[in-house]
């Protein structure tokens, strides 16, 4: 046992080879995109909306389709069913979330520039979290927002789940939920840090 993690630690010391620090700075680039595509869209549909409200959630932002407008109709009807007014202040993830992705890019760098195979795995596993929270915290927010009803709301319904990814119907409306253009550039981040440890670890047996 003791004989396998040796193995393991020398590899993970290896010096990263030029295709994996190639791969590692693709990778630090296309964080770029991540600050400024949405990473997720949600769109609503009703017999008064043919056309759908287009909701956008930035990393930094929430931006309604239509110039805004759409937002702005979105908050009108949640008025009337008793749920919170959707405010990017409200949101602490529009905060944090664009840190997190400034300081995984400096480790990528950094990994690119001086590191070895442990420190991009470093930065894989950071990466595989940050994914995962920010999942974990786009489900709880619409299931808060969508379970917090205001009992004196004009319009009387039960509390519900927005879907978080796929179709599902609530009340009058036809939402769809789905990854956008952010979401797939971080995506390619991944395959690329992985392609980078791949390149690394294999090193010695061709």
Known sequence: MSGAFEHLNKKLDRPLTVKSRLLALLAVAAMVPTLFLPMWQMTFFAQQYPEGLELFIYSHDLVGGDDGNDLTEINVLNHYIG???????????LKWIPLLIGMIALLAL?????????SLVDVVL?????????LW??????QYYGATLDPRASVKVAPFMPPVFGYRLVGQFDVWSYPSWGTYSFMLVGILLLGGIWFTWRQGQE
């Open 137 to 142: 915290s786009f489900w709880y927010k619409l």
């Open 110 to 118: 950094r990994a690119a520039t001086i590191g070895n195979l442990r």
């Open 126 to 134: 950071i990466l595989i979290y940050f994914g995962g929270f920010s």
């Open 83 to 93: 749920m919170a007014e959707l405010k990017p202040s409200d949101f602490t993830e």
